[in-house]
């Protein structure tokens, strides 16, 4: 396959993807994407996903890019986002001059366009959330709930770091949390340290059968916007039968496409996040992964990784 036969490839599987939910991907947002990270695609793990709070627009998510290699800066370079003299701008150059970066990952909107890149860190050499908040250009709430993450024994557990430019915030992953941190008791009390709805019983029951921890910071506000936890499907069109779902998010779970061999099953990942407005899930199936990814888990993206990996 040639690398304009492979893109094109990928774009009808945007678009075939995208039609279970009747979104219409926007070609002139996602080719000069594709084109930026061609190069990369052929090995990439790619995959789509939805959150149920806002079901207008499909993300699509490349895991690709080898450590040394700056997706923020590709995208600016191509004119996909704009350069910005905020923080958010400088942290991805700053955790690969200090952190033992493995490699990196991009996640865009089909509709709305580049969003978010993400850093994953060595397994066997996870860091300490205390390093990361001395950098110079991380927002100062991660030090200011410092406290909230040693308390849960978080502090030496990270594992990756996602960053939104649009929306000027960053996630921190975790990786090896104790089961206590998925106990109904424990979260409770998570939720209710960081100023948060009181869990539903669906929540705690999903949360139970989690295995990976991410947290929500911006610049712009001391406190934990939201907190998320991820579990790793098998088969994602187990997904509808976990929680009750609107009819186009059911569609796109039973029948989104996927080009690996898993003996007829496409993994998936299915998250639940709290936040001040209450709860919502994220759903995420993979189109593309390699043999290694499936394998070894390591390079599924935010909350995968996580997920698979304290099983």
């Not at 939104?164 to 941190?181: K, W």
């Not at 994602?236 to 779902?245: E, I, S, T």
């Not at 209450?278 to 290694?292: A, C, D, N, P, V």
């Amino acid at each position: 396959m040639t690398g304009t036969e492979q893109l094109e490839s990928i774009y009808s599987a945007m678009e075939e993807t995208a039609g279970l939910l009747d979104i219409t991907p926007s070609r002139d947002t996602v080719r000069p994407i594709l084109n930026a990270y061609a190069e990369f695609l052929e090995e990439a793990v790619v995959a789509f996903r939805v959150a149920t709070r806002d079901t207008s627009d499909l993300d699509c998510r490349f895991t690709a890019f080898p450590q040394g290699f700056d997706p923020y800066a590709r995208a600016v370079e191509r004119g996909l986002i704009e350069k910005t003299d905020h923080p958010v701008g400088r942290l991805l150059a700053e955790l690969e001059e200090r952190f033992p970066c493995l490699c990196h990952g991009a996640d865009f909107g089909l509709v709305g366009g580049f969003k978010k890149t993400w850093t994953f860190l060595p397994v066997n050499n996870l860091q300490k959330l205390s390093d990361l908040a001395e950098f110079p250009s991380m927002a100062g709430s991660l030090a200011e709930n410092f406290d909230f993450y040693a308390r849960y024994g978080l502090e030496d557990k990270l594992s990756m770091v996602g960053i939104d430019y649009p929306s000027r915030t960053v996630n921190v992953y975790f990786l090896g949390a104790s089961a206590e941190c998925y106990e109904p008791d424990t979260v409770r009390a998570m939720l209710r340290d960081i100023g948060l709805p009181e869990p539903s019983e669906k929540m705690l029951k999903h949360v139970k059968q989690s295995g990976g921890i991410y947290t929500t910071l911006s610049w712009d506000s001391p406190k934990i916007h939201r907190i998320t936890f991820a579990s790793l499907l098998p088969d994602f069109r187990d997904l509808p039968a976990r929680f009750d779902v609107e009819p186009r998010i059911e569609k796109f779970a039973k029948n989104a496409p996927f080009t690996y061999d898993a003996g007829g099953r496409g993994l998936g990942l299915y998250n639940v996040a709290s936040y001040s407005g209450g709860e919502y899930f994220k759903l995420q199936t993979y189109y593309q992964i390699s043999k290694s990814s499936v394998e070894g888990k390591a390079l599924l993206g935010p909350g995968a990784a996580a997920a698979a990996g304290a099983k």
